[in-house]
């Protein structure tokens, strides 16, 4: 492994900066999932910026050459896992409150990996910047009842923004590792 080495304080500052931003985004990301995992979807809801874009595409096998193109239906467009924005993601957190919820009845355990996470082009995003573009892998398990099991592996695509004194995440898109859907419902979040 090589050392980093610095012509100059600013580059030195820079990377330090960089470091910093990184560590940050990483906990934020901790944070989500644990909330996610214990069922604190009021506070995950904190997390999220007024005007989110909520977006998990169907996914298809297609030829080679073709996947840029037709692979992941479009927003807005074709059919998709979830396309939705914070009033139904508020709506859908208040149907679980209810406690009358077919699908988590008795209740999911869920447990969110999160990993993989970059912050765009680092020589690029300013430590005070106030809009960032991360992405990160996810491995989501879920087991119910005695012998329901789920496994959902994938990548995240976020732009998180800078508000209220905390990151919130404005978009995210989320591209499954799957084309066919095995699990039986999808009330988790991602």
Not at 22 to 46: G, H, N, T, V
Request: net charge negative.
């Amino acid at each position: 492994m090589s050392r980093i080495s610095f012509t100059d304080s600013t580059s030195r500052e820079h990377a330090l900066d960089a470091l910093l931003l990184q560590r940050e985004i990483e906990a934020f990301y901790y944070l989500e999932a644990q909330l996610l995992d214990e069922r604190r979807f009021e506070e995950w809801l904190d997390l999220l910026t007024e005007d989110i874009s909520y977006f998990m595409p169907l996914r298809r096998n297609v030829k080679y050459g073709q996947h840029a193109e037709f692979e992941n239906t479009r927003q807005g467009v074709d059919a998709a896992w979830f396309d939705e924005g914070k009033h139904t993601l508020a709506q859908r957190v208040a149907q679980l409150a209810t406690g009358i919820h077919w699908a988590e009845e008795p209740l999911s355990r869920v447990r969110h990996l999160i990993t993989n996470v970059q912050i765009g082009d680092k020589t690029d995003t300013p430590a005070d910047s106030k809009e960032v573009e991360v992405s990160s892998h996810f491995m989501v398990y879920r087991n119910r009842v005695v012998d329901e099991t789920d496994i959902f592996v994938g990548k995240r695509t976020d732009t998180l923004r800078f508000e209220d004194d905390h990151w919130k995440v404005a978009k995210r898109l989320i591209l499954l590792d799957q084309s066919t859907l095995l699990a039986k419902n999808l009330t988790i979040f991602f």
